[in-house]
């Protein structure tokens, strides 16, 4: 059966977005959110020539090497995981870099940020809570941390993406899951009909046929999981391991909590935001929500993204303005002239 988690929505500096009191239809849509997307798949072979050839991307990766003491980029050039601790620190510093364009070069003056999933932590060097040398630490030794986490539990546990699937079907699904005692925990709901599930890989093929049966389309699973209740011990292990090491600073612009769309307004709510990642699902509704309740009606997409930015509820609630690596045949000329 579900593990959701049914902590309060009340957080320490997060004020939940769901009933936040903000009206969207009287409140001006006039300010620019700048939002740090989850992390894709991200190969050496797509972003590689970018983190040689942009300049902010050159000054970024001179940070993360310093920070860590070897170069991010020859490891992440022999990586063969797309989502080993190289490639993570390799998306953090194109997430990063972008964001310098965004504002450097486009003149973009955001006034909320948001960081879903892995965005939380390009999100948290933005706003200042850890400067980025720290963030880099970070994400590599909460990177070790997963590791050995999902080394001795939960090693038949995926998450698997999919869309076309209204809520009324999927609760369908989920009762037959019920129904029999297997085990599931929601990890996710991106959109409408886009939800993020994480089972036990026995049970994959299962979901999979539910999904098409109703319609639905399954897009793909990651493992390791993210974002379950039943990772609880996980949230206490970096929290002990990791988390102790840092201390967080008070965010310079609020940032909205991508698990209900609460407003987080000072280092607690950071702190608290960050490691309920680990067993809370993503609520990007929720985000939307609350972004424009404070007005947003543009929002900045800085990363390589390929989901967040193309989602109907982002595209019909905001203008959406992406700074991502530049189209392959771009990327192919600068190649020729470098």
């Excluded at 194109?94 to 003149?107: E, I, P």
């Excluded at 030794?141 to 546990?157: H, P």
Aim: charged share 25%.
């Amino acid at each position: 059966m579900t593990t959701s988690d049914s902590r309060s929505d009340s957080r320490s500096g997060s004020d939940s977005g769901f009933n936040s009191g903000f009206d969207s239809e009287q409140t001006p849509s006039t300010e620019t959110a700048i939002v740090f997307p989850g992390m894709g798949p991200s190969s050496f072979a797509e972003v590689g020539k970018f983190l040689l050839l942009d300049p902010y991307a050159r000054r970024r990766l001179a940070e993360a090497d310093e920070a860590l003491g070897y170069s991010v980029f020859d490891r992440f050039r022999t990586s063969e995981d797309d989502y080993s601790v190289y490639s993570q620190i390799a998306f953090l510093v194109n997430s990063m870099a972008m964001a310098d364009r965004a504002v450097d070069a486009l003149g973009i003056s955001p006034t909320v940020c948001a960081g879903p999933s892995f965005g939380q932590k390009a999100a948290s060097a933005f706003v200042g809570s850890l400067p980025f040398a720290d963030v880099v630490r970070l994400t590599a030794e909460l990177a070790r941390c997963e590791e050995e986490y999902f080394a001795d539990a939960y090693q038949d546990v995926v998450t698997h993406c999919f869309v076309r699937t209204p809520q009324d079907r999927l609760d369908e699904i989920l009762a037959g899951f019920d129904d029999r005692g297997a085990w599931y925990d929601i990890s996710g709901r991106l959109d409408a009909a886009f939800h993020m599930v994480s089972v036990q890989e026995k049970e994959l093929d299962g979901l999979k046929a539910g999904i098409s049966a109703v319609g639905g389309y399954s897009m793909y699973s990651m493992r390791p999981p993210v974002h379950a209740a039943a990772f609880s011990a996980l949230r206490r292990k970096a929290e002990e391991e990791v988390f102790a090491a840092y201390e967080l600073a008070d965010p310079t612009l609020p940032v909205v909590n991508d698990q209900d769309g609460g407003v987080v307004r000072d280092a607690a709510g950071m702190r608290t935001m960050m490691l309920d990642t680990f067993d809370r699902p993503v609520h990007w509704p929720g985000v939307v929500e609350s972004l424009k309740g404070l007005g947003v009606g543009t929002v900045c997409v800085t990363g390589p993204d390929n989901l967040f930015h193309r989602l109907d509820l982002t595209k019909d609630s905001f203008e959406v303005v992406t700074v991502g690596l530049p189209k392959k045949r771009s990327r192919e000329r600068e190649k020729r002239v470098a």
